[in-house]
């Protein structure tokens, strides 16, 4: 059985910075593409970042320059670096696994942690 197990979500002021974590178990997600989503109250859910197999990586516009996604294989984990946040940043993060590059279906999903940012 697959899961995947988000951390690290919080309140901070703009301008602050927040890595949030995710632990994957049950298959070699080395194998996989695997990213970060977003959902803000009243919006439709959005990608944020996502890389694939070879460490290519893809960002949405709005976050270039302030979020880095990557991975540790060996921890089977896939961490997002968010950085000069924004209140425009505040949303439930989710992190994915198993989908169509970039930012297309994906098979599973975490249970999101919540980033809330106030100006």
């Known amino acids: 059985q697959v899961q995947l197990l988000e951390s690290g979500g919080g309140s901070v002021q703009a301008g602050g910075s927040l890595r949030l974590s995710c632990v994957a178990s049950?298959?070699?997600?080395?194998?996989?593409?695997m990213g970060w989503f977003r959902q803000a109250p009243g919006k439709e859910r959005e990608g944020v970042a996502t890389?694939?197999?070879?460490?290519?990586?893809k960002y949405a516009d709005s976050v270039k320059g302030r979020f880095t996604i990557s991975k540790d294989s060996a921890k089977n984990s896939l961490y997002l670096q968010m950085n000069s946040l924004k209140p425009d940043d505040t949303a439930m993060y989710f992190c994915?696994?198993?989908?169509?590059?970039?930012?297309?279906?994906?098979?599973?999903w975490g249970q999101g942690t919540q980033v809330t940012v106030s100006s």
């Open positions: 049950g298959y070699p997600y080395s194998r996989w593409c």
């Open positions: 994915a696994a198993d989908g169509d590059w970039p930012f297309g279906e994906y098979n599973y």
């Open positions: 890389v694939d197999s070879n460490g290519r990586t």
